[in-house]
């Protein structure tokens, strides 16, 4: 009995932290993410030639079915990358307020057209520019680029 009761104040205490909003589940977030980090996270490097983006578009499974136009890939430590989440709200482009900026070290690759799945070849573009990615969470993580 008094092992139900108590199992019982735990829902009840569970519950209403998760009305509260001071736990979240974060089932779908951390998918979200963990989809970030594939398509767009790849410290090791500084900067991508050609071959680099044909290796890593495939080894990182964009190129399974179709070919990816356009993707890009942030060359900073994931702590770098989430520190954008704790700057100023920007607008996405999708009009969500959940978009935050700063400047990285990125590899854009470019499909160069007529290529067919898996096989996708890509033109590279290696520089430090400015990102736009949205964040989601308690605490804030990167989910998605933005541009």
Same mark, same amino acid.
């Given at each position: ?54 290796? %890593?578009?495939?080894? /990182? !499974? ?12 942030? @060359?900073? &430590? ?46 590279? %573009?290696?520089?430090? /520019? !400015? ?12 989910? @998605?680029? &933005?541009?």
């Amino acid at each position: 009995m008094a092992l139900q009761r108590t199992l019982s104040l735990l829902l009840l205490l569970l519950l209403t932290l998760l009305g509260l909003g001071l736990v979240q589940p974060s089932y779908g977030q951390d998918r979200m993410y963990q989809r970030f980090l594939r398509q767009h996270v790849d410290p090791s490097t500084t900067d991508g030639n050609d071959g680099y983006c044909n290796v %890593m578009m495939q080894r /990182r !499974r964009m190129t399974t079915h179709h070919c990816k136009s356009f993707n890009t890939f942030i @060359h900073e &430590d994931i702590w770098n990358i989430r520190s954008i989440c704790s700057t100023t709200s920007i607008q996405c482009k999708n009009g969500k307020m959940n978009c935050h900026e700063g400047v990285m070290k990125v590899t854009d690759c470019k499909e160069t057209g007529g290529s067919r799945a898996p096989n996708c070849r890509y033109r590279a %573009m290696a520089r430090t /520019r !400015r990102v736009v990615i949205a964040c989601e969470g308690n605490p804030e993580v990167p989910v @998605h680029f &933005d541009r």
